[in-house]
């Protein structure tokens, strides 16, 4: 693992992702400053009332000087312009991330040269409550953590900020932004959507005296547990990911009418299957969350150091199902680029990347990690 106890990280967005960070980075990085800004005063007070941060900045440019690392956890409708001032305040060294639940409008928008320093990330984790005060060290303990990274992407950014966020606990993920956004319209975006809705279904039925919601059982609850979270962040997501959750939205309602159809005709089978169906569907989900470690190997790509590359490898892995441990770019000269070594978990899953990747016309290569050297 790196040693980040001399880097310095800016939090833009105080809240409970950015201040979780802020606690994470401290203690299980040993990070010593920790700057933070937020649009609101008492945010900034309760923050460093709890340690979260290490010192309270008047602005944005305030914030990131000096900073190694900014991580934007404001509304995603205001990343684009919050990275662009980041970019423009931090020193050409510093990599800009942010923590927003939609990626590809964000880096459509970037030009190469801010695509060098900035790099997409969503940790897909949370809580029913909000707020810095509600920050925890653990919240991003085996949570995805997304990353996009644009063509102009410098290896040595994503290297350090793949470090980063292994080490508060999370396990980073390269995704391409667009398979991004529609992975989220599935699993985070639509539950949101029918979580609210069916929360406002039942909350105005009265019968007989009696109001529905006086009748919920642990069914309900769990089922409505995202209702009613914060109103502008969500309408931001669910209009900035508009594309992906409308087809969400109609693929659910031709679901719904299959089963009211067989509801109405009594098509048993119908009903038994779908429900079968959906163990089956959660068992996997549920196995792959608690699957065991295994020997690491080193999967060695030799690349050129051109823009697109790293891009390119990491996506298609991610895609893959394989989880890259840990990485590092070894430059050799522009014009022999260098080596790109990825560490993952199991002989298999090393034969697999080194399958995938030859299949795109990279000289890849497995080791087991006790006989490379993994930078």
Not at 71 to 91: D, H, I, K, N, Y
Not at 213 to 236: H, I, K
Not at 326 to 353: C, K, M, N, P
Request: charged share 20%; hydrophobic share 45%.
């Amino acid at each position: 693992m790196p040693d980040f106890s001399n880097t310095s990280i800016a939090i833009i967005g105080v809240g409970l992702m950015g201040g979780s960070l802020g606690l994470a980075a401290q203690e299980r990085l040993g990070v010593r400053r920790v700057s933070g800004f937020s649009r609101t005063e008492r945010s900034l007070r309760q923050a460093l009332e709890m340690g979260a941060i290490t010192e309270k900045a008047g602005s944005i440019e305030e914030a990131v000087s000096g900073a190694d690392i900014v991580f934007l956890a404001t509304p995603v409708r205001s990343l684009l312009a919050r990275a662009r001032q980041a970019l423009a305040a931090s020193g050409p060294a510093c990599i800009v991330t942010d923590m927003g639940s939609t990626k590809s409008s964000l880096m459509a928008a970037l030009s190469p040269a801010e695509e060098k320093r900035f790099i997409g990330g969503h940790p897909v984790c949370g809580a029913e409550t909000a707020g810095v005060v509600n920050a925890r060290e653990e919240l991003f303990d085996n949570a995805t953590w997304f990353l996009t990274s644009g063509q102009g992407i410098d290896p040595s950014n994503y290297e350090r900020l793949h470090g980063f966020i292994a080490g508060v606990g999370a396990v980073p993920t390269a995704i391409d932004p667009d398979a991004h956004d529609r992975i989220m319209a599935l699993v985070s975006h639509l539950p949101h959507v029918l979580s609210n809705s069916t929360m406002n279904q039942v909350g105005g039925v009265n019968l007989d005296g009696r109001e529905a919601l006086l009748s919920a059982g642990p069914s309900f609850r769990d089922l409505t547990r995202t209702a009613g979270s914060n109103p502008q962040v969500w309408t931001d997501i669910f209009m900035e990911n508009s594309r992906w959750l409308a087809e969400a939205l109609r693929d659910h309602r031709d679901n719904i009418d299959r089963i009211l159809e067989a509801v109405e005709s009594g098509n048993e089978a119908f009903l038994s299957g779908m429900i079968t169906e959906a163990a089956a569907n959660r068992n996997r989900m549920l196995e792959a969350e608690h699957l065991a470690p295994s020997e690491l190997f080193v999967v060695k790509v030799p690349v050129f150091d051109q823009p697109g590359v790293l891009s390119q490898v990491t996506v298609a892995l991610g895609n893959a199902g394989i989880n890259i441990e840990d990485l590092a770019f070894h430059r050799i000269s522009i014009e022999q680029g260098g080596v790109l070594s990825l560490v993952v978990s199991g002989s298999d899953t090393g034969d697999r990347a080194v399958e995938l990747l030859r299949g795109l016309n990279y000289d890849a290569v497995a080791v087991p990690f006790t006989n490379a050297e993994a930078g």
